[in-house]
């Protein structure tokens, strides 16, 4: 390859996880806008969100268009075709995590014009692992890390045992009031929500292990990355 054609392979591909490092700054701050909307009852917060969802949307389109004309033109082969592929799976994967960001929005809508819940402040655990979980993914990703992408990888199932364990606190108050139940199913649907935030967060640290180790971990369990 001449210079001048890597160059401008470079260039493409700097253009590529710009919008993809957009787009995870993005997500993660819908993801906290909609979260605090929950928290402090604010509904503004949550409409901000699923507002902010479609600038993400149309991101993963430039994405995608630029990832295949990236293929179609350069044709890269071994870590450069990995690079392309590993980082338009990596887009993928933010834009259903703003997806989750925005449906947490709209549940927190509804909680929002029903009377305050004590036990509101239960999933703030689960959400602050979950937040920590999707940061250490997309540093991984960012840094091009591929150690620090397995060590985020496993601390997904401290977001699963979280979730579960709230969900049966949730469970168990339900059973114990006679009160409505609105409020209380829309707080497990927005549980489950963050849990799939986590199951995403872990696919960008299995797409960054991919580029940077040419290792598929995704069935694989516990597999560390040699360093």
């Known amino acids: ?3 001048h054609i890597l160059s401008s392979f470079d260039q493409s591909l700097g253009r590529i996880r710009e919008n993809v490092l957009l787009m995870g700054s993005i997500a993660r701050k819908n993801l906290d806008a909609a979260m605090r909307g929950l928290l402090e009852r604010n509904t503004d917060l949550c409409n901000a969100a699923i507002a902010a969802d479609q600038d993400v949307n149309e991101l993963e389109k430039a994405v995608d268009q ?3 004309q990236v293929l179609l033109k350069f ?3 071994a870590h450069d075709l990995r690079l392309v592929m590993g ?3 990596v887009a993928n994967n933010i834009e259903r995590i703003s997806d989750q960001a925005s449906s947490i929005a709209k549940r927190a809508r509804m909680i929002n014009l029903l009377p305050e ?3 509101l402040g239960l999933i703030q655990p689960v959400y602050e692992l979950c937040m920590s979980n999707l940061e250490a993914s997309l540093t991984a ?3 091009s890390d591929a150690v620090a992408a397995e060590a985020a990888r496993l601390r997904d199932k401290e977001l699963d045992a979280a979730e579960k364990s709230l969900d049966q606190s949730l469970l168990q108050v339900m059973e114990a009031h006679a009160a409505p139940l609105e409020g209380y199913l829309h707080l497990i ?3 489950r929500f963050l849990e799939r935030v986590g199951d995403h967060a872990k696919n960008i640290c299995e797409d960054t292990i991919f580029i940077e180790s040419a290792e598929d971990v995704r069935y694989m369990k516990n597999r560390r990355v040699e360093s």
């Open 1 to 3: 390859m001449h210079d």
């Open 141 to 143: 990703f960012a840094q």
């Open 189 to 191: 649907f927005i549980a």
């Open 87 to 89: 980082v338009i799976r």
């Open 75 to 77: 044709q890269p082969a």
């Open 66 to 68: 630029l990832g295949m």
């Open 117 to 119: 819940m004590a036990e």
